[in-house]
T-cell receptor, first 114, second 114 residues
Framework: SQQGEEDPQALSIQEGENATMNCSYKTSINNLQWYRQNSGRGLVHLILIRSNEREKHSGRLRVTLDTSKKSSSLLITASRAADTASYFCATDVAGGTSYGKLTFGQGTILTVHP | DADVTQTPRNRITKTGKRIMLECSQTKGHDRMYWYRQDPGLGLRLIYYSFDVKDINKGEISDGYSVSRQAQAKFSLSLESAIPNQTALYFC?????????????FGSGTRLTVV
């Protein structure tokens, strides 16, 4: 079963609106990361939030982490057509010797209409 | 030049053929990974290597093998390709021991097995 599950699977919004994507996971983590993938291209790292952090910002991105609920959200403010992409959460599962090895969710497809 | 280079970009091969996908990096990262991406399934880990002498199976290693020829090179082989290995394959690097927790991905190899 997937460690990370994302919701919604697809999101369609107008330019200028905010986009929120959610990620839930099953086991304790060291950190959680978000990635963007433009169609058929390699994934690009966006932001990392550690297990002892609750919120992090980077430009128009805001990530929250609730370890009690085992969930995270990615907010993109004032979206642009260029934000159209798939967004993936990835978890670095705590424990064992494999720290730093990521498990990816299935992704959210974001479409921003001009 | 890209930080992580995958070759070939696209490949069509016949069932039963042996094929090698290559990955090289200029990041100087210790860790390298091979993932495959299938529609709706996110990225699944095939093999990973924490250093030249350390190779580990991921969640879907059956039918695949790898070779870490040097710190900068990590190759993935399909011993006898089958149609359900048709997918987009990604190589990635990281180096959490030096603070590089996020992955750097290559542009991917689109493999079709007919």
């Amino acid at each position: 079963s997937q460690q990370g599950e994302e919701d919604p699977q697809a999101l369609s919004i107008q330019e200028g609106e905010n986009a929120t994507m959610n990620c839930s996971y099953k086991t304790s983590i060291n950190n959680l990361q978000w990635y963007r993938q433009n169609s058929g291209r390699g994934l690009v790292h966006l932001i990392l939030i550690r297990s002892n952090e609750r919120e992090k910002h980077s430009g128009r991105l805001r990530v929250t982490l609730d370890t009690s609920k085992k969930s995270s959200s990615l907010l993109i403010t004032a979206s642009r057509a260029a934000d159209t992409a798939s967004y993936f959460c990835a978890t670095d599962v705590a424990g064992g010797t494999s720290y730093g090895k990521l498990t990816f969710g299935q992704g959210t497809i974001l479409t921003v209409h001009p | 030049d890209a930080d992580v280079t995958q070759t070939p970009r696209n490949r069509i091969t016949k069932t039963g053929k042996r094929i090698m996908l290559e990955c090289s990096q200029t990041k100087g990262h210790d860790r390298m990974y091979w993932y495959r991406q299938d529609p709706g399934l996110g990225l699944r880990l095939i093999y990973y290597s924490f250093d030249v002498k350390d190779i580990n199976k991921g969640e879907i290693s059956d039918g695949y093998s790898v070779s870490r020829q040097a710190q900068a090179k990590f190759s993935l082989s399909l011993e006898s390709a089958i149609p359900n290995q048709t997918a987009l394959y990604f190589c990635a690097t990281s180096d959490p021991n030096r603070g590089y927790y996020g992955y750097t991905f290559g542009s991917g190899t689109r493999l079709t097995v007919v």
